[in-house]
Nanobody, 123 residues
Framework: QVQLVESGGGSVQAGGSLRLSCAASGYTERDYCMGWFRQAPGKEREGVAGIYTGGSTTYYADSVKGRFTISRDSAKSVLYLQMNSLKPEDTAMYYC????????????????WGQGTQVTVSS
């Protein structure tokens, strides 16, 4: 089965940037939906961005549109989330997730999850 490992989190000041990485292993011949989710203490889990590995389709939450970019390096089996113009509201644990199509940004639809990487944005 698919295994996912996130990295790249850290602490930055508002307006700064971070790039999260998700290394994937255990892929089959199937194409997957890949997504980034986040959850802050006391708040609901939120879908941030998604991408379909079988094409170039991407999707973003309105709260991050224009600031975050999801991409992938198929040769290395790595998923990225470039986060620019970070805000304190972006502070959360960020998770990489994968599932078979159809693709959504609904966490309950995703079967495979990484352990998470912390992102903290100070004002």
């Amino acid at each position: 089965q698919v295994q996912l490992v996130e990295s790249g989190g850290g602490s930055v000041q508002a307006g700064g940037s971070l790039r999260l990485s998700c290394a994937a292993s255990g892929y089959t011949e199937r194409d997957y939906c890949m997504g980034w989710f986040r959850q802050a203490p006391g708040k609901e889990r939120e879908g941030v961005a998604g991408i379909y590995t079988g094409g170039s389709t991407t999707y973003y939450a309105d709260s991050v549109k224009g600031r975050f970019t999801i991409s992938r390096d198929s040769a290395k089996s790595v998923l990225y989330l470039q986060m620019n113009s970070l805000k304190p509201e972006d502070t959360a644990m960020y998770y990489c997730a994968a599932n078979l199509p159809p693709c959504t940004l609904v966490g309950g639809d995703f079967a495979y999850w990484g352990q998470g990487t912390q992102v903290t944005v100070s004002s």
